[in-house]
């Protein structure tokens, strides 16, 4: 799902992996410009204490000064307040520690989900935020930055920030920068992306079969044997005895009843076939593709370096750019 680019235009906001990176940036924003009542830093404090310093009227003139010492400053001053409960002791420089110290007795308020959205970062965006201070990371927000916000989070981003929209660049932690007993540089770790093909199916209808019935004409025949009487006349001579004349009779006849057999066709309905409709679903396979992006390392270099790859690539996977 896409988040809305529009929720923190107002509000820049930074999450660092050490109060150095921190309070770096802090000094690199007011040199561009920023004004301190323009920037916070927020994070835990490892000396086990709430410390805060800026510029809100209640923690009195150190607390002025402080902001405008710049990023110096904040490892100079030991204010003591009280605990975020879900945080713990936390450190608080800026407009951002007004939101969270109250005025009175210095007490923590609300918790750095209410600071950030009195600033106008929405609340989901604010707790992922107040989950990263709880893992011990550090927050540098720019207040009312709406015409300058690019340029912020550009200056953030360019000294290892990252944030709820683009964690893509994020600093290393001391503990995994070097694994193999050598001298660590603080070096950044670069995220490579790549677009993967993912495939939905939908069932979508592809015809329509309609079974019906009707009535068609043809012409059939049987043979049937049938019986019919026919006269057979059977004619032979007499003896030639004499008869009387009383013998002749004319007109004299025989009627003999001829019969035959006569067909007569009748018609029934009858059940000749049954017809069962019904669907089922059979396995095929379709062959899909896409073009994806995917990023790649080059590495340029000029003159005699050499550089070797670590990890899960290999050098020849690294493409490299010789300098001129």
Known sequence: MTRAKTTQHSTAVGVFHSRTEAERAVAELKQAGFRADQISL??????????????????????GAAVGAGAAALTSLGITFGVIP??????????????????????????????????????????????????????VTVQDAAGRYAEAWAVLHRLGAYNREKPAMAQTSAATADTSGAASTGGNTMKLHEEQLHATKQPVQTGEVRVRKEVVTEHKTLDVPVTREEVVIERRPASGH?????????????????????????????????????????????????????????????????????????????????GR
Request: glycine residues 16%; without cysteine.
């Open 42 to 63: 927020v994070g835990k404090n490892a000396d086990g204490d709430v410390k805060t310093e800026g510029n809100k009227a209640g923690t009195g003139a150190a607390t």
């Open 242 to 322: 004499a008869t009387s004349a009383g013998d002749i009779r004319p007109g004299e006849e025989v009627r003999i009843p001829v019969r035959e057999e006569q067909v007569r066709v009748e018609k029934e309905t009858v059940v000749k076939e049954e017809v069962s409709v019904g669907k089922r679903k059979v396995q095929d396979t379709e062959h899909v593709g896409g073009t994806v992006r995917k990023e790649e390392v080059r590495v340029e270099q000029e003159g005699n370096v050499d550089v070797h790859t670590k990890g899960t690539a290999k050098d020849s996977d690294v493409k490299r750019d010789k």
């Open 86 to 139: 879900v945080i713990g002791p936390i450190l608080a420089v800026g407009p951002l520690a007004a939101a969270l110290i109250t005025a009175v007795g210095g007490a923590a308020a609300g918790g750095i989900v209410g600071g950030l959205v009195g600033l106008g970062i929405p609340e989901h965006d604010a707790k992922y935020y107040e989950g990263e201070v709880q893992a011990g990371r550090y927050l």
